[in-house]
Structure formats: C-alpha cells, structure tokens
C-alpha cells in the first residue's frame, strides 16, 4: 500500500532537517521500506556541472533514497539566494504552485512506502505573496515532525513551534532532539522541559554528530506508523 508521507520541520534554519530527514531514510530503508524524500522548495542552491543550479539539501537526500527520482520530482524549486523562499521566488519571477508539488509527492508515493518531505526553514516560512508551508503541508496531508536543534533559546522556539502547528491543525507526530551545540549547557534538563511540555512523543536524540554520520541519526531514530507504512 502507497500512500505515506511525512513532512520534517524544524525550530529554525540549520537546527538539523536536512540530517533527520536523511537519517529517517536511512533508517527506513534498513527496515526494508521503498522510501522517495523530496525537498520541494531550496533557497541557498549551488551552480554544479553543466550550469546546474543544485540543492545541497536535495542532493544529500538523494544520496539516501532507495528509488528512482528525477530531481524535478526531488527539488521542484531551488533559488540561488540563501533568503526566504517568497523573496527567492519573487526576484525570480517565479509563482511556487503547491499544485506541483503536490503532484510531484503523489507520483512519488505510487512508488514508494514513505516520501520523507523536508521543510524549508521554520514552520511559518512564506513560500510566495499569499501562500506559506502550512498551505503545502495541509495540501500534501502529510502530518509533522519537528526538529529541535538543541542550543540556547530552543525551549520557547520548540513551544512556540508546536503551539502554531496545533492551531494550524496539522498532526503532528512527534519531535526529534538534536544536540548539535556542545557548547550548550544543562542539556538533559533542556530534554525534560522538552518532554514535559511538547504535547508529542520524542521520536529520538541525536548525539553531536563527528563526520555527519547519517547512520548514527538513523540509529537514534524511531519511525512511528505511518498510513500504510509500518513504525520502524
Ligand atoms: N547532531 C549534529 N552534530 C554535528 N553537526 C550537526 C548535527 N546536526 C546537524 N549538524 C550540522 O549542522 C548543519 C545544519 O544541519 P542541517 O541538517 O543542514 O540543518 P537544516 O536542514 O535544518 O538547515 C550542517 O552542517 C550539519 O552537518
Ligand atoms: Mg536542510
């Protein structure tokens, strides 16, 4: 049965979306899972080869994934400024349709157990003049899993986070800690504030990763079920 999705987010731009993202991959593919990722929007890209304009982002998914993609299917937009996707896309003069990326996910799960989605930067990241990733996350039907990168000031951006995705009315699955300061002090009494007031499951801690080990994050993970895709 196709079908599954899951879309990662995060408390903020470079908190560790892009390496739980892979890590969710990694690890479900250990578990005998078809998965396809997408990074349907990328800020930031890089020119490659043959004046390809690429996303980092884009490219470490596809590193992982264990079906066949093209990278329109895996990155339908990528701009070259490092700023917010509606800007990147207004001096562009491009209109991001969620339309297409929609149709983009639903190809890819006719071929795969899960489509892991990541996330451009925060939760209410604006994609263009009146839409924003909650109008793509609600048009995917995908639910959330929220990324905390551990450092200081995360407490209130994990709250503030989960409280918008819950008014947004978007389920949300769970939260994955990622210790990637090691300068941040009283680190297992920020996990407890975290566990008591994030109304959602821990689904892992990742440890401060030394050569961006993706197969330490897929260790440290737990998959929860999915529709159609079993928790790993
Ligand atoms: N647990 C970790 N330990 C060490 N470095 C990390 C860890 N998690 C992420 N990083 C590094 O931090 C940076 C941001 O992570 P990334 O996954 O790209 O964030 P995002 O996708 O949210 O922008 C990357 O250079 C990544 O390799
Ligand atoms: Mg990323």
Redesign the pocket.
């Known amino acids: 049965m196709a079908g599954a999705g899951v879309f990662i987010t995060?408390t903020d731009?470079?908190?560790?979306?892009?390496?739980?993202s892979a890590g969710w991959i990694r690890r479900g593919i250990t578990h005998g899972l078809r998965v396809a990722a997408m990074k349907p929007v990328a800020t930031g890209g890089v020119l490659r080869e043959m004046h390809q304009l690429r996303s980092s982002?884009a490219e470490q998914l596809r590193a992982e994934i264990n079906v066949e993609e093209t990278w329109e299917e895996l990155n339908p937009y990528v701009f070259p400024p490092p700023v917010s996707p509606n800007i990147a896309a207004e001096r562009a003069g491009v209109t991001i349709e969620i339309n297409r990326i929609v149709d983009g996910a639903r190809a890819l799960e006719r071929r795969s157990d899960v489509v892991v989605v990541?996330g451009v930067g925060g939760w209410r990241v604006p994609l263009g003049a009146d839409t924003s990733t909650v109008n793509l996350v609600r048009a995917l039907g995908y639910p959330v899993v929220l990324?905390i990168?551990l450092r200081l000031g995360c407490i209130n951006h994990a709250l503030l986070t989960r409280e918008a995705i819950d008014a947004d009315g978007i389920p949300c699955l769970g939260w994955v800690a990622?210790?990637?300061d090691p300068a941040l002090e009283e680190t297992e009494a920020v996990l407890a504030t975290l566990v008591a007031r994030l109304a959602s499951p821990c689904l892992g801690v990742?440890?401060?990763?030394e050569a961006?080990d993706i197969g330490q994050v897929a260790r440290a993970l737990r998959l929860p079920d999915l529709r159609g895709s079993p928790g790993v």
């Open positions: 995060g731009t470079s908190v560790g979306k892009t390496v739980v982002d990541e990324v990168g990622n210790r990637l990742i440890p401060l990763l961006c």
